[in-house]
């Protein structure tokens, strides 16, 4: 087996048979395949006595952007209030 340098990336997509958010270790021309096509981003492993901040290539959680836009049904029954006082 040959002694090559690989290089670790964190998919971003799933790509059987790994999934988004699982970190690997692959060739440098493999490694750069994944990246090219916007499956993976180049994973940096946490410095030592770093915090452990997302990074920021990473996207907020789906739930955080659902909390954040108001229900469609509040938005009707605003309106209807709204029209009711005039």
């Known amino acids: 087996m040959r002694n090559q ?3 670790l990336v964190r998919f971003v997509t799933a790509n059987a048979p ?24 180049l ?3 946490p410095k030592e ?9 990473e996207a907020p959680p789906p ?8 229900k469609p049904k509040a938005k009707a029954r605003a309106k209807k209030k ?3 006082k005039k």
């Not at 699982?22 to 990246?35: D, M, N, S």
């Not at 006595?49 to 290539?57: F, R, T």
């Not at 739930?63 to 108001?70: G, R, V, Y």
């Open 5 to 7: 340098k690989l290089i």
């Open 43 to 45: 994973h940096v492993p």
């Open 49 to 57: 006595g770093a915090s452990e901040a997302p990074a920021k290539e």
């Open 18 to 41: 790994y999934m988004a958010g699982e970190t690997a270790g692959f060739p440098p021309e493999v490694a750069q395949r994944f990246i090219d096509r916007k499956r993976a981003v």
């Open 82 to 84: 709204a029209a009711k």
């Open 63 to 70: 739930a955080a952007e659902a909390k954040a836009a108001p």
